[in-house]
T-cell receptor
Framework: DAGVTQSPTHLIKTRGQQVTLRCSPK?????VSWYQQALGQGPQFIFQ???????QRGNFPDRFSGHQFPNYSSELNVNALLLGDSALYLC???????????FGPGTRLTVL | AQSVTQLDSHVSVSEGTPVLLRCNYS??????LFWYVQHPNKGLQLLLK??????LVKGINGFEAEFKKSETSFHLTKPSAHMSDAAEYFC????????????FGTGTRLLVSP
């Protein structure tokens, strides 16, 4: 049983560019959450998707957007990249009701 | 608003000695509390969770935590540290109902020396 997978593993972009990160949830899970983990910090909640809709959003600007597909996989898009967007981006999948969230290994984004 | 405070950014122990990682929480609701571990270049792994059942929670790899409402604490302990326990540990809080937005602490790095 494959766990949560994310791609790519690493990514380097320059300021002003746009980036798309991808996540496939654990088998049987239909809810995907995204977190940003800056260096030396704990992960911060970006948003959560369920039934292809954004259910809740953290304190992130509109430059951060997402999408969930019918097969429950998800994308995180960040526009107009800033140096401060450099971080590890984590995807977590779960069932819709309160339950354990399973995390992927993350995508390391570096903005130069 | 919910939050957690991890009282130590770094904890150093010798192999075979006890581990104590401290966490205080703040929540307006009946909280769910978790400890996650993050090894270098690996994803977050759930160690244990408290969801209003028994206040002493046992997790994987010999870790346990005790929920103390009067002290708003959820400290993580292990009787005997192993070299493989060296990692970053996060205390996490969420609402016990509704969809689960996890609020992480800033982390405690556990260093284990031979």
């Amino acid at each position: 049983d494959a766990g949560v997978t994310q791609s790519p593993t690493h990514l380097i972009k320059t300021r002003g560019q746009q980036v798309t990160l991808r996540c496939s949830p654990k088998s049987g899970h239909d809810t995907v959450s995204w977190y940003q983990q800056a260096l030396g910090q704990g992960p911060q909640f970006i948003f959560q998707y369920y039934e292809e809709e954004e259910r809740q959003r953290g304190n992130f600007p509109d430059r951060f957007s997402g999408h969930q597909f019918p097969n429950y996989s998800s994308e995180l898009n960040v526009n107009a990249l800033l140096l401060g967007d450099s971080a590890l981006y984590l995807c977590a999948s779960s069932l819709p009701n309160p339950s354990e969230q399973f995390f992927g290994p993350g995508t390391r984004l570096t903005v130069l | 608003a919910q939050s957690v405070t991890q009282l130590d950014s770094h904890v150093s122990v010798s192999e075979g000695t006890p581990v104590l990682l401290r966490c205080n929480y703040s929540s307006s609701y009946s909280p769910s509390l978790f400890w996650y571990v993050q090894h270098p270049n690996k994803g977050l792994q759930l160690l244990l969770k408290y969801t209003s059942a028994a206040t002493l929670v046992k997790g994987i790899n010999g870790f346990e935590a005790e929920f103390k409402k009067s002290e708003t604490s959820f400290h993580l302990t292990k009787p005997s540290a192993h070299m493989s326990d060296a990692a970053e540990y996060f205390c996490v809080v969420s609402e016990s109902t509704g969809f689960q937005k996890l609020v992480f602490g800033t982390g405690t790095r556990l260093l284990v020396s031979p």
